[in-house]
C-alpha cells in the first residue's frame, strides 16, 4: 500500500511564524503535491514537485515556498503565516505522467491549520 | 479550459436508497476521470478512476462510475448506501500541464438519513 504521511494533524500558530509542513511518502514517487482545501473551494494546487529539486507553481502559490532535498520528502513553507491561511493542507504524491494507472494521486491525511 | 462541476454541495439520502453524485467536465481530449472520498478530518481515498476501455467503472465500497463522453459527465453510483458513506466525494480530471496535474471538483458532502 501507498503511504503518504504529513508531520502534524493539527497547528495553531500566531499571525507572522514561520510553518514547516512536511509530507513523506513511501513509493517512491517522482511527483509530489501540496494543496490546501477550504470549504466550498475543493482543493486548490499550492505547488507541485516533479524531481528533487524541481518545482513548480500551482494556481495559488502567494505566500508559500516548497522544498524538496530528497524524493521521498516534499515541504511547503510557510514564511510569515496570516489568518487567511488557515486552511488543510493535503499532501499527494504520484507517478510521472505517461498515461495510465501513473496518473493516480495519493493523498496524507491533511494538516488543519489555524492562524490566530 | 479544463475544469470539473460538482452541480450539488450537499445531498441528504436515507439509508439503503441509492446513490448518484453528478460531475460534469470540461476538456480537450480524452480525460482520466477520478472519484475520491474524504472522511471527517482525513485525507482523501481514490474510490474509482477511468482511463479507456469499458466505461463502466468499479470502484471500492461497493461504487460505480459511468463514463459519458457525449454528456460530458462521470456520475459516481451506489445501489443502496450505508452510514459509513457519510463524507465529501470529489470528482477530478486531468491530467493537465506537462506534469500529472489533476483538477478537483468542489465537492459534495453527503449525509446518511438512518
Known amino acids: 500500500d501507498v503511504k503518504v504521511t504529513q508531520s502534524s494533524r493539527y497547528l495553531v500558530k500566531r499571525t507572522g511564524e514561520k510553518v514547516f509542513l512536511e509530507c513523506v511518502q513511501d513509493m517512491d514517487h517522482e511527483n509530489m503535491f501540496w494543496y490546501r482545501q477550504d470549504p466550498g473551494l475543493g482543493l486548490r494546487l499550492i505547488y507541485f514537485?516533479?524531481?528533487?529539486?524541481?518545482?513548480e507553481k500551482g494556481d495559488i502559490p502567494e505566500g508559500y515556498s516548497v522544498s524538496r532535498e530528497k524524493k521521498e520528502r516534499f515541504s511547503l513553507i510557510l514564511e510569515s503565516t496570516s489568518t487567511n491561511q488557515t486552511s488543510m493542507y493535503l499532501c499527494a504524491s504520484s507517478f510521472p505522467s505517461g498515461g495510465g494507472i501513473e496518473e493516480t494521486q495519493y493523498f496524507g491525511p491533511g494538516t488543519r491549520l489555524l492562524v490566530l | 479550459a479544463q475544469s470539473v462541476t460538482q452541480p450539488d454541495i450537499h445531498i441528504t439520502v436515507s439509508e439503503g436508497a441509492s446513490l448518484e453524485l453528478r460531475c460534469n467536465y470540461s476538456y480537450g481530449a480524452t480525460p482520466y476521470l477520478f472519484w475520491y472520498v474524504q472522511s471527517p478530518g482525513q485525507g482523501l481515498q481514490l474510490l474509482l478512476k477511468y482511463f479507456s476501455g469499458d466505461t463502466l467503472v468499479q470502484g471500492i465500497k461497493g461504487f460505480e462510475a459511468e463514463f459519458k463522453r457525449s454528456q460530458s459527465s462521470f456520475n459516481l453510483r451506489k445501489p443502496s448506501v450505508h452510514w459509513s458513506d457519510a463524507a465529501e466525494y470529489f470528482c477530478?480530471?486531468?491530467?493537465?500541464?506537462?506534469?500529472?496535474?489533476?483538477?478537483f471538483g468542489s465537492g459534495t458532502r453527503l449525509s446518511i438519513r438512518p
Open positions: 477530478a480530471v486531468g491530467p493537465y500541464s506537462s506534469a500529472s496535474k489533476i483538477i
Open positions: 514537485s516533479y524531481d528533487v529539486k524541481m518545482k
